[in-house]
């Protein structure tokens, strides 16, 4: 028996975003890391892969017999839209996380300057500021770039993807 490795998991909110099943999202991480071709059966109105005897899409209930017809590649245009969402969502994480470290950086100066005890010992104060760097530092980063940084990054990245949708469908018509 192998060990695979479970997707990576994000913040998810039911916005009615109709693009990005997690498989589609899946097949196009691979094929952007060159683990996978472009090639296969996916669903002619979202794009998920499908497999070869699937005549309703999983995701989007889309009958592959009456509605869109599969087709064979996915658009460079919907890769796009999933890169510029991750580029998005990855932004915000970091930018909130560093945000952390340094109100960590800024707030164990505090301490360290208006503490009468540890501004006549360089030893205590390094100590303290170190440890406030260490804990405060990995605790806002992951509560300002973990938390805050990936839902405000996801709901501003599905905006985005759902304006990129809304116009990719009017350009395909």
């Known amino acids: 028996m192998h060990d695979s490795v479970p997707a ?8 009615g975003c109709p ?12 094929v952007s890391r060159g683990e996978a071709p472009n090639r296969g059966r996916f669903c002619g109105n979202c794009y998920t892969p ?3 005897t699937t005549e309703v899409c ?8 009456t509605g869109r017809k599969p087709v064979t590649t996915v658009p460079d245009e919907v890769m796009d839209i999933l890169r510029a969402q991750r580029k998005t969502e990855s932004r915000w994480v970091t930018w909130m996380a560093y945000l952390g470290l340094i109100i960590a950086l800024v707030g164990g100066l505090g301490p360290v300057l208006f503490i009468p005890a540890l501004k006549s010992s360089l030893i ?3 100590l303290v500021y170190g440890l406030i760097l ?10 300002l770039g973990g ?11 599905r905006a985005n993807t759902r304006a990129a949708w809304e116009r990719l469908l009017a350009e395909r018509g």
């Not at 938390?147 to 990245?157: M, Q």
């Open 58 to 65: 999983p995701h989007c209930h889309e009958d592959t017999r």
């Open 147 to 157: 938390y805050y940084g990936d839902r405000i990054g996801y709901e501003r990245a």
């Open 50 to 52: 499908l497999s070869p």
């Open 8 to 15: 990576e998991q994000r913040f998810r909110e039911d916005d």
């Open 19 to 30: 693009l990005f099943s997690q498989a589609l999202e899946d097949h196009l991480v691979a």
């Open 124 to 126: 205590w104060a390094t």
């Open 134 to 143: 260490l804990i405060g530092g990995r605790t806002l980063a992951g509560v």
